[in-house]
């Protein structure tokens, strides 16, 4: 599987999971509702500092992000 797409699944299962919108996410993290939606379906290649973001943002490692595992 491609690393963006796990990275997107794991990105909105932990989003889902704390239940926060995209909206929600987006201003945790400093970025535009859409740029959420597109890491989501896997169409970004995110940098270090977006990682380092969306993990801060969703109280994860970000290890828990690249994770290609079952969720829990």
């Given amino acids: ?11 909105k299962h932990y989003r889902l999971k704390i239940g926060i919108s995209q909206d929600a996410l987006a201003a945790k993290m400093g970025v535009d509702r ?12 995110v940098t270090i500092i977006t990682l380092w973001h969306a993990a801060l943002a969703l109280d994860v490692k970000p290890a828990a992000l690249l994770d290609d595992q079952a969720q829990d």
Avoid: P, W, Y
């Fill in 34 to 45: 859409a740029h959420i939606s597109s890491m989501e379906r896997g169409q970004q290649n």
């Fill in 1 to 11: 599987m491609d690393i963006r797409d796990v990275f997107g699944k794991n990105l």
